[in-house]
């Protein structure tokens, strides 16, 4: 029969061999833990090329000074007739509106029997001034209401011509406020006509924006409200607005377009105006950029496809670039698509490509 002694130095062997057997594992583990993670990514090269740094604005397309109309009544009057509707291609000379003619009749009408009357008594003043009866000074007082009367006659002859409100340019009729029997007057605008092949666009920048733009600057234009819209050419700053707008708190900046299709009137357009060109300059896609304090760094690809943090300093900027004046060199690979998850020495594989196997742990001797 086994002494208690000797089953108690059984149990303590036995407790010490399984306290090594998970210290072995606990190790492995450890091990196991520390392995450098791998992140898949996608990469690109630093390119030297000309870099333009640009600003970008949304704006609509509208009719060039000089080639758009606003029409208005000649006096009030009541509208008898519409005959154009918005978006209808007028041409010169062509009838828009059609007032009611019978106040416009009733005052040449009127004009014509006062310049009779005034024609009549500046006859007798002159005949009664060659015989002595009255003085000089009544002759030139029924003068002075002739010219008046004559005046008053050529005024309402013009209105009774105007009370048929005719297109002045070929162009689109671009809105029409003139309701059938309404009442009008002459501060009210009724129709405006603009050619729809003299236009420009007109850009809306901040203040700050604008004060960087200079006329003659290049602007590349396309369809939209992004710079992925369908490309229309591309045009130059013609003219800067020297005030704010008071509504959009934004300054107007013109743009004269040589655009590859035509443009409709009040089309939106998306611009980016050159403001600075650098015949060679170090690139890289802006996805590559990841802010650093007040700073971007960028992760730097080495031949063993580990990435390395780089401090790097940012000239300018567009939609998909951004120049890189200190901290890079052509030809370097950098971190892109992924750069926001990598770590220093991080090791880096390519966006769908299997992640290297471990290697087999080696069996104990």
């Given at each position: 029969?086994m ?74 009057g009541?509208?008898?007739?519409v005959?154009?509707?918005t ?38 003043e ?10 000089r ?78 006329p ?45 299709r ?23 896609p802006?996805e590559?950029?990841v ?29 998909s ?11 370097e ?27 087999p ?5």
């Amino acid at each position: 029969m086994m002494s208690v002694r000797g089953t108690s130095r059984r149990l303590v062997a036995l407790a010490i061999g399984l306290a090594a057997v998970a210290g072995c594992g606990k190790s492995d583990d450890s091990s196991d833990a520390a392995a450098p993670a791998v992140v898949q990514v996608k990469t690109a090269v630093a390119v030297a090329q000309g870099f333009t740094e640009s600003v970008s604005a949304i704006g609509t397309v509208a009719a060039r000074a000089g080639h758009s109309a606003s029409l208005s009544a000649p006096s009030a009057g009541r509208v008898a007739r519409v005959l154009a509707t918005t978006g209808k291609y007028v041409a010169a000379g062509q009838p828009l509106i059609e007032l009611d003619a019978a106040p416009f009749q009733a005052s040449q009408n009127s004009a014509q029997a006062a310049l009779e009357a005034a024609q009549q008594a500046y006859d007798r003043e002159q005949r009664l001034s060659r015989e002595g009866i009255v003085a000089r000074k009544d002759v030139e007082q029924a003068a002075a209401e002739l010219a008046r009367a004559r005046a008053d006659l050529e005024n309402s002859s013009r209105e009774a011509q105007l009370a048929v409100l005719r297109s002045p340019i070929a162009g689109v009729v671009t809105r029409m406020s003139a309701t059938l029997g309404a009442s009008v007057d002459p501060s009210q605008p009724l129709v405006d006509i603009a050619d729809p092949n003299a236009v420009d666009i007109l850009l809306n920048l901040s203040p700050t924006a604008a004060a960087e733009i200079r006329p003659g600057a290049h602007v590349s234009l396309s369809a939209g409200e992004s710079v992925g819209g369908e490309p229309l050419g591309s045009g130059t700053v013609s003219d800067i607005a020297g005030t704010v707008d008071t509504t959009t708190r934004s300054v107007l900046v013109r743009v004269a377009a040589a655009p590859n299709r035509p443009l409709r009137l009040g089309e939106t357009v998306f611009g980016q105006v050159a403001i600075r060109s650098v015949p060679t300059a170090i690139t890289v896609p802006i996805e590559a950029l990841v802010p650093q304090g007040e700073g971007y760094q960028v992760f730097v690809v080495d031949r063993n496809s580990i990435a390395h943090a780089r401090d790097v300093t940012v000239g300018g900027r567009t939609a998909s670039v951004a120049e890189i004046t200190k901290g890079l060199s052509a030809g370097e690979r950098v971190v892109t698509y992924g750069a926001y998850g990598v770590e220093d020495s991080a090791k880096v594989v390519p966006v769908g490509s299997a992640p290297p196997k471990a290697a087999p742990a080696k069996p104990e001797p």
